[in-house]
C-alpha cells in the first residue's frame, strides 16, 4: 500500500490539515493517510500544548469519521518518551515492509527537514511530500530545496499542491480563549467537542 503519515499536535486538528491530507491522498495516489497525533515532540515542551493527548486524539476520531482513506494512528501517542519523526518512520517500515510512506509536511518544514535529529535516516524510510504555499515560498526556491535535499542526502521529495487554507492551531486557541467563533476553521464535530469540554478557554 501507498500510506500518507500526517503528523502534528493536531491541538486542535483543523480544516487546513484536512485540505493537505486530501490534496496528497489524491494527488499521489495513496491507499491510507495516517493522522499521527505527537503526543511528546522533540519540537514542543508538554506546557505548550493546549489539550491533553487522549483529547487531541479524539478530535481527530471526529475530524476523520466518514473519510474512508483516513486512518488514527496512535503509535506516537502511546509512547511515553519523545518521538523523534526518523524512529517513528523506521518503525512503520520494519512493522509493514510492503508498504511505501510518504511523509507530509507543510513548505516551512522542507527548508528545516535537515534540521531534524538524523535526517539521514528519516530520508531513507519515505518520501518527503511538501505542501505548496505560494505566500511563504515560491516554487522555484521548494525545487532547489529538493534538489539540494537530493544531492546532500538522496533524499526522495515531491512537491504537493495543496488549497490555501489560512489557519492555525495557535490562531484558533487564540480566538476559543478570546471568546471568537471557530466556525468554519474546523469540522462541526470537532467545533462541538472543544465546546462541550472547554477546551482552550484558559491557560492550561
Known amino acids: 500500500m501507498r500510506i500518507g503519515i500526517m503528523g502534528g499536535t493536531f491541538d486542535p486538528i483543523h480544516n487546513g490539515h484536512l485540505a493537505i491530507a486530501k490534496a496528497a491522498y489524491e494527488q499521489f495516489g495513496l491507499d491510507k493517510v495516517w493522522f499521527l497525533p505527537n503526543g511528546n515532540p522533540p519540537h514542543k515542551a508538554l506546557t505548550d500544548i493546549g489539550s491533553p493527548i487522549e483529547d487531541r486524539i479524539r478530535m ?17 501517542a502511546r509512547r511515553k518518551s519523545i518521538s523523534c519523526s526518523y524512529e517513528t518512520m523506521e518503525h512503520f517500515t520494519k512493522t509493514y515492509p510492503k508498504d511505501d510512506f ?5 513548505a516551512d518544514s522542507l527548508f528545516t527537514v535537515d534540521k531534524w535529529v538524523h ?37 526522495k521529495s ?14 484558533l486557541r487564540e480566538r476559543i480563549k478570546a ?13 462541538e467537542y472543544i465546546k462541550k469540554e472547554c477546551l482552550y ?3 492550561n
Open 119 to 155: 535526517p539521514e535516516r528519516l530520508f531513507l524510510t519515505c518520501t518527503i511530500l511538501a505542501a505548496f504555499r505560494d505566500e511563504m515560498n515560491t516554487r522555484e526556491e521548494m525545487e532547489r530545496q529538493i534538489h539540494y535535499l537530493k544531492e546532500r542526502y538522496h533524499a
Open 158 to 171: 515531491e512537491l504537493l499542491i495543496s488549497p490555501v487554507i489560512k489557519v492555525s492551531s495557535s490562531e
Open 60 to 76: 481527530v476520531e471526529l475530524a476523520i469519521a466518514g473519510h474512508t482513506g483516513f486512518r488514527l494512528e496512535a503509535y506516537e
Open 201 to 203: 478557554e484558559s491557560e
Open 179 to 191: 471568546g471568537k467563533s471557530i466556525r468554519g476553521f474546523v469540522p462541526e464535530k470537532v467545533e
Open 102 to 106: 510518504f511523509f507530509i509536511v507543510g
